[in-house]
């Protein structure tokens, strides 16, 4: 099933618009059967968030919106999985079309704009799930939400019982507005309230904040600052860029939206090492941004990385890629003849 995955349907996917495309994907991962995925070689284990990662790829947030395949992109050999963003109620999202493949970029554009189910029929869906694999939830706000920060909260209410991590998604470029939560003083209440209903909760959750890679120096020193003293478990970094680099060559390249894929993968790993240098190993880092394959994923690690996150590579490397790069972080953790942990981080100044 994995081969026709990355196969016959691939190539008959990339026919379809790109949204088109995504669901028909969702839809055909819901036909494979339900069955572990292969042991990791122990080399790939990660102990971070209070977690055992049986190795370090990730499936990111954005390509299971409503929780629908999580256990099923957990057969595929990821790591984790983090389902979202999802929104207290159902929204529709920015209108039709609002994805586009650049193919030439090897890159994607999307102004979903949180376009999802809302917390009901994801909650249903990982209430149900076995245990086994680890499942964040990408928690957000409604658009035309009279209180954002509240939105955030509901989420946390919502999933403790469900979710093994929260990812509080400040950073979307597609929901007008969002991004002022990065703000320090409006980050700062954000995440204290977000605290106060994770910590009233039976069981405690990490809590990890997604941000920008559109921020400045002094932009991520108050990211940064706000959330040492607020004492959150780790950061995400990072979301889609709005920016574009003039090597783009596809002619949805000035689309609105947010761009990722391979062009992202030099400034997302620039702010990623920019944030541990800051961070001082207080909480760990996942490094998301332009990953296609096992030299990027090795870059992010050594950028500070101790776990990494995909998706956009998926459209144009099919399922196969988590194989792939895990099979070359190991031939680079034994050719160098260091664990993973030693990896992490040590390029890290080189960036700032």
Same mark, same amino acid.
């Given at each position: @099933? @994995? ?12 026919? !379809? ?29 990660? =102990? ?8 370090? #790829? ?6 299971? *919106? ?42 994607? #554009? ?16 990982? +209430? ?11 928690? +957000? ?26 990812? #509080?998604?400040? =950073? ?5 507005? $969002? ?11 954000? $995440? ?8 009233? %909760? ?9 941000? %920008? ?21 780790? @950061? ?6 709005? =920016? ?8 949805? &390249? ?12 030099? $400034?997302?790993?620039?702010?990623? %090492? ?10 760990? !880092?996942? +490094? ?5 394959? &096992? &030299?990027?994923?090795? &870059? ?25 790069? *895990? *099979? ?20 890290? *100044?080189?960036?700032?």
């Amino acid at each position: @099933m @994995m081969d026709w995955l990355g196969g016959a349907f691939a190539a008959l996917a990339r026919r !379809l618009d790109a949204e088109d495309a995504h669901r028909a994907t969702i839809a055909a991962l819901k036909l494979l059967p339900d069955r572990p995925a292969a042991p990791d070689d122990p080399r790939l284990a990660v =102990s971070a968030f209070g977690f055992d990662f049986p190795n370090p #790829v990730g499936l990111a947030a954005g390509f299971d *919106k409503n929780a629908e395949v999580f256990s099923k992109a957990t057969a595929l050999g990821f790591g984790f999985v983090e389902v979202g963003t999802l929104t207290p109620r159902p929204q529709p999202g920015n209108p039709r079309p609002r994805a586009f493949r650049l193919a030439e970029d090897r890159a994607v #554009v999307n102004r979903y704009g949180f376009n999802n189910d809302g917390h009901a029929p994801a909650l249903r869906r990982l +209430g149900a799930r076995r245990r086994g694999g680890i499942v964040g939830v990408n928690i +957000g706000a409604n658009k035309d939400s009279g209180d954002r920060i509240a939105d955030y909260v509901a989420g946390v209410k919502s999933f403790w019982p469900a979710a093994d991590y929260f990812t #509080v998604n400040v =950073s979307s470029p597609n929901t007008p507005g $969002l991004r002022d939560l990065q703000e320090p003083r409006a980050l700062a209440e954000l $995440l204290a309230r977000v605290l106060e209903a994770r910590d009233a %909760a039976p069981r405690r959750r990490p809590l990890l904040l997604k941000i %920008a890679p559109d921020l400045d120096l002094g932009q991520i020193d108050g990211i940064v600052r706000v959330a040492r003293d607020e004492r959150i478990d780790g @950061m995400i970094v990072s979301n889609t860029t709005i =920016s574009r680099p003039a090597s783009l060559r596809s002619d949805f &390249a000035g689309e609105a939206g947010g761009l990722s894929g391979a062009p992202l993968f030099e $400034l997302s790993t620039q702010r990623l %090492a920019q944030v541990f240098v800051r961070v001082e190993r207080q909480f760990p !880092l996942i +490094g998301v941004g332009g990953i296609d394959g &096992a &030299a990027a994923a090795f &870059a992010k690690i050594e950028a500070g990385a101790s776990l990494v996150q995909l998706y956009s590579a998926l459209v144009y490397e099919g399922p196969g890629l988590v194989s792939r790069i *895990k *099979k070359g972080l190991v031939e680079r953790l034994a050719g160098e003849g260091v664990a993973l942990a030693d990896v992490v981080g040590r390029e890290a *100044k080189n960036y700032d």
